[in-house]
T-cell receptor
Framework: TQLLEQSPQFLSIQEGENLTVYCNSS?????LQWYRQEPGEGPVLLVTVVTGGEVKKLKRLTFQFGDARKDSSLHITAAQTGDTGLYLCAGEGNDMRFGAGTRLTVKP | NAGVTQTPKFQVLKTGQSMTLQCAQD?????MSWYRQDPGMGLRLIHY???????DQGEVPNGYNVSRSTTEDFPLRLLSAAPSQTSVYFC?????????????FGPGTRLLVL
């Protein structure tokens, strides 16, 4: 069983639509990170959230850390084809644990 | 800076063979880690190191050894390869500044064990 559960597992949308993906756990983390991974490459860090309730914005991407520091969400506004990829969340505790990811496809 | 480099990019092994996956970083990071990525399971931590001479086990350490003789290098050794070790292996280096850990990943090594 995954320590971090990501949903949905797959998401296919049209360009211009909005979307939200989720990362949930029963564990408390000192920080939570979001990565994007493209085929054949390593994950690339998008953001780190540390404080419960924290909201961070990165252009069209909005990241939120839950008040209890157990869950997080990633919202993308007006998705573009370049947003296509595997989105991974990772929680920092005694070590780093990753979710299985949400595979996003944005169609033109 | 080259960042995190991994060699080889691809490798095919027969069951029982041994090999070493190389990882190097030029960012002077103290922390380095090895992960494997399998379909539907995300990345799982194999071993990690918080500095030269210090290593520790992650979530799935069995069948793998590591050493950290320098800050720059963190090789992963497969002692006797098994088909269950077929995977994509990622090395990462990172630093922590009180705002969480910032990890940089290498491009990965794709390993097939027959």
């Amino acid at each position: 069983t995954q320590l971090l559960e990501q949903s949905p597992q797959f998401l296919s949308i049209q360009e211009g639509e909005n979307l939200t993906v989720y990362c949930n756990s029963s564990s408390v983390f000192s920080s939570l990170q979001w990565y994007r991974q493209e085929p054949g490459e390593g994950p690339v860090l998008l953001v780190t959230v540390v404080t419960g309730g924290e909201v961070k914005k990165l252009k069209r991407l909005t990241f939120q850390f839950g008040d209890a520091r157990k869950d997080s969400s990633l919202h993308i506004t007006a998705a573009q084809t370049g947003d296509t990829g595997l989105y991974l969340c990772a929680g920092e505790g005694n070590d780093m644990r990753f979710g299985a990811g949400t595979r996003l496809t944005v169609k033109p | 800076n080259a960042g995190v480099t991994q060699t080889p990019k691809f490798q095919v092994l027969k069951t029982g063979q041994s090999m070493t996956l190389q990882c190097a970083q030029d960012m002077n990071h103290e922390y380095m880690s090895w992960y494997r990525q399998d379909p539907g399971m995300g990345l799982r931590l194999i071993h990690y190191s918080v500095g030269a001479g210090i290593t520790d086990q992650g979530e799935v350490p069995n069948g793998y050894n590591v050493s950290r003789s320098t800050t720059e290098d963190f090789p992963l050794r497969l002692l006797s390869a098994a088909p269950s070790q077929t995977s994509v292996y990622f090395c990462a280096s990172s630093y922590s500044d009180g705002r969480g850990e910032t990890q940089y990943f290498g491009p990965g090594t794709r390993l097939l064990v027959l």
